[in-house]
């Protein structure tokens, strides 16, 4: 196994208990200090939501090597052998190397973070998020900064997550983006809806701007976030503008990527074309079935699924991970942020017509004490009116709505199907008609006058 967080653990575990320590060696390497943590509750724990780092891992190293498994920490995997089927790794520490067999390869190497070529960007003070030692490093940050001013650039999930945990410190927030409104996961419209509830949570948001450079201080550390058109005061800067497959090594050794620079690989998990060889988490591509496409989604849920799937495979079982519909959740403060399935761009660079309609509801019967408004936007194909995607903006009770649509996108129903959907009723948890089932309406509405 290379790599040691969800994907990687989570097949080890799985093959685990198929296969006893006698019927199989499970090797798993790691170059970091942890395993089986939750890289997205990251933000929570800076934020303070979280008291403790330990809260963030699921299983310790200790665990893992008591249930049979050979866990490497501070061990980087250098070079893979295809044809030689073995891995050349180096101790972090000491730089020592030496070759491991393997007769199965595991390769979960995740995401590394997007760090842009800009002067400044690799100074003190400038953080990425994407380890346990990066949320450290951050809070240590935090607490010995001279100043309370704090810039975020990107606007995506980290981004928006990050301004929170800043507020949270007690820091004047601005976050950059190059998009025209922040969560370029949704629609613009959509987007613009968190735009504004960020400026009224006292978030300073710049959006269509370019970061050029970072300036640093006489002591070197980052002191302003200089954009095409003006510089903001930083005396933390973080980076939030996402992440990308790690798969430099698997490139190297002549294995498959797709278009997004993930592996490819069979919906057993096996890399194409290798039969002894998997791939799951954050380093790879997964199919769309919305879109019919491959889709590179970095998510901790689709991590774990796909080591049960290729655990289940290393341990002389058999399992499948079909695919995503797209589904992601967010929140800043009280800002609830959900989609599933495609938004308007996507559905048209697959050539897909559609209908679109938006609709304001409440979370609760409007009676009822707490109700608080949810705008929710749906996508049908026009012609079939097959749902296609689903946005929703709102406070407590929004974001996981969405999980009625991400079922319905998975079952590949109509809208019109989906208004006889039988959900759960009383006025503290949903208005008569649930927004989600008002937008289906209103979308089967529009796709039979089409």
């Known amino acids: 196994m290379i790599g040691g967080d969800a994907a990687g653990m989570s097949a080890a575990s799985q093959a685990r208990r198929l296969k006893g320590p006698g019927e199989l060696e499970i090797v798993a390497f790691e170059r970091g200090h942890f395993t089986s943590f939750s890289a997205c509750g990251i933000p929570y724990w800076v934020g303070g939501d979280v008291p403790e780092r330990d809260a963030l891992i699921a299983r310790t190293p200790e665990e893992h090597r008591a249930r049979g498994i050979d866990l490497r920490l501070r061990t980087e995997v250098t070079e893979i052998d295809v044809a030689g089927q073995r891995v050349r790794a180096r101790d972090v520490d000491s730089g020592a190397e030496s070759w491991t067999a393997y007769d199965k390869l595991v390769i979960a190497t995740g995401a590394r973070p997007v760090r842009p070529d800009l002067p400044g960007t690799d100074a003190p003070g400038v953080h990425g998020v994407q380890t346990l030692d990066d949320g450290q490093a951050l809070l240590d940050t935090l607490a010995r900064a001279r100043g309370r001013q704090a810039v975020v650039v990107g606007a995506g999930y980290i981004g928006v997550e990050m301004a929170e945990a800043l507020i949270n410190h007690g820091f004047g927030v601005t976050v950059v983006n190059r998009g025209k409104e922040p969560m370029s996961t949704l629609d613009a419209d959509m987007g613009r809806l968190v735009h504004r509830a960020m400026e009224g949570l006292g978030i300073t948001m710049v959006n269509d701007a370019e970061v050029t450079k970072i300036l640093t201080g006489e002591d070197g550390r980052a002191r302003a976030v200089v954009t095409q058109d003006a510089e903001y005061p930083a005396d933390v800067v973080i980076l939030g503008i996402g992440v990308r497959p790690e798969t430099a090594l698997a490139q190297a050794a002549g294995l498959p990527l797709g278009a ?11 890399v194409r074309g290798h039969e002894n060889i998997w791939a799951g988490g954050d380093c790879v591509e997964v199919l769309n079935l919305v879109s019919g496409q491959e889709q590179y989604v970095p998510l901790g849920t689709h991590a774990n699924k796909h080591g049960q799937v290729i655990g289940s495979a290393v341990g002389g079982g058999y399992a499948t991970f079909p695919g995503v519909v797209g589904t992601a959740v967010s929140k800043v403060c009280d800002l609830e ?13 697959v050539g897909l017509r559609y209908e679109t309609v938006t609709i304001e509801s409440t979370s609760r019967a409007g009676y009822y004490p707490g109700a608080s408004p949810m705008t929710v936007k749906m996508l049908a194909e026009r012609g079939t009116g097959r749902l296609l995607g689903v946005q929703i903006v709102g406070r407590e009770g929004a974001a996981k709505r969405v999980d009625i649509a991400a079922v319905a996108l998975t079952a590949r129903m109509t809208v019109e199907q989906m208004t006889a959907l039988d959900l759960g009723y009383a006025p503290p948890f949903s208005p008569v008609w649930d927004p989600v089932l008002v937008a289906a309406r209103k979308a089967a509405a529009r796709v039979r006058a089409s």
């Open 260 to 270: 997004h620079g993930g592996l490819l690989t069979d919906l057993a998990m096996r």
């Open 337 to 349: 942020i959900a989609r599933t399935g495609l938004r308007e761009k996507d559905a048209r660079r």
